[in-house]
């Protein structure tokens, strides 16, 4: 998928960032807006975590992960 931009974004300050599936697809939303839906695929593993792209700066909060 790739990068799409959304004025769901917050420029300055903080965004909450949330995936779901329901049914087959993978929903994903910021700060509550639903900004895609996938076809979901099969994961395997028992690790969680994001990328940071080189040239950007990211941050982490906490995870909270329901599997």
Do not use: C, H
């Not at 639903?34 to 995870?63: Q, R, W």
């Amino acid at each position: 998928m790739d990068w799409q931009a959304s004025e769901a974004i917050y420029r300055d300050g903080w965004n909450e960032v949330e995936f779901e599936q329901t049914g087959n697809y993978w929903m994903g939303y910021i700060n509550g807006v639903k900004v895609f839906e996938i076809p979901a695929k099969s994961i395997n593993g028992n690790k969680i975590g994001y990328i940071v792209l080189a040239g950007t700066t990211g941050y982490a909060d906490y995870l909270t992960v329901q599997w």
